[in-house]
């Protein structure tokens, strides 16, 4: 609904009521009725405008209710029906299609959680693998040397186990993978150092062995693989390892253990 505003024009009327006035000579009461004639038509007009806003407010506040109204009671009839049990039922080719969605995706999701589980698995399993020993000898061979203090006195003893020996072509060495090199292998001894005294030691588990191949009794080869300096706690066990890099070729191996300057044990290693 369109209101638009009434103008007047008082212009007419003045020219009029002027014209009369002028005939009778009053000049006073001409102004003075002019005056309050235009005020009056002044006054009108306003008045108009005012109420023509005020009137287009009101119907759309109004249009604007009905609105509203009409949409909260279909709502609730529709509500309504669904309560009562009147409200239109699905077909089953819809409900089929909805339950085939509805399938698909659960699968989708559960497919996806499974891959995201396996990933986070094997990114967070970072540890490096190796080939596994390609000989092996269990030789479990015990010794015992003296602990002695900074004087020389003896102070109590280490047991010193030769648990094994094994050839490999892959060793870990400070967490990274080593492979040998072609016609090359690593001789690996896995040891025991056991500590009965109540405080720390550190030993070098690389003074008490040397290698001997081929038979050569003349030529002593150290470790030049190991932990060493190992440090083992008071009254506790530690596991260590120590490894010679040979030839594939080299045969007759022999292990010599004992203290650098005293008599040492053979060893045999059938490989």
Do not use: C, W
Not at 38 to 54: E, G, I
Not at 238 to 250: V, Y
């Amino acid at each position: 609904m369109e209101l638009r505003k009434i103008e007047f024009s008082i212009e007419p009327l003045q020219s009029a009521i002027a014209v009369r006035l002028s005939s009778l000579n009053i000049g006073s009461i001409k102004r003075k009725i002019t005056v309050f004639i235009s005020k009056t038509f002044t006054a009108v007009q306003n008045a108009t405008v005012v109420v023509s806003d005020k009137l287009l407010r009101f119907f759309s506040l109004a249009y604007d209710s009905a609105r509203r109204l009409s949409l909260r009671k279909r709502v609730a009839h529709a509500f309504t029906k669904l309560r009562e049990g009147k409200a239109k039922t699905p077909s089953k080719k819809a409900r089929r299609i909805v339950l085939y969605a509805t399938l698909a995706i659960l699968v989708f999701f559960g497919l996806r959680k499974i891959i995201q589980v396996n990933e986070k698995t094997v990114q967070s399993d970072q540890r490096v693998e190796i080939a596994g020993a390609k000989a092996s000898a269990d030789l479990n061979r015990e010794f015992k040397f003296p602990l002695r203090d900074n004087t020389g006195e003896q102070v109590s003893e280490i047991k010193f186990t030769v648990n094994s020996a094994e050839l490999r072509d892959e060793i870990i060495v400070k967490g990274k993978r080593a492979t040998a090199v072609k016609g090359r292998t690593f001789l690996i001894l896995n040891l025991k150092v056991a500590n009965d005294f109540n405080q720390t030691i550190e030993i070098d588990t690389r003074d008490y062995i040397r290698l001997t191949v081929n038979g050569n009794e003349d030529e002593k080869l150290a470790p030049d693989i190991h932990n060493d300096p190992v440090e083992v706690q008071a009254i506790s066990t530690k596991l260590t390892r120590l490894g010679f890099p040979i030839n594939d070729s080299d045969t007759n191996l022999k292990l010599l253990v004992g203290e650098i300057s005293e008599d040492k044990e053979t060893i045999e290693l059938n490989l």
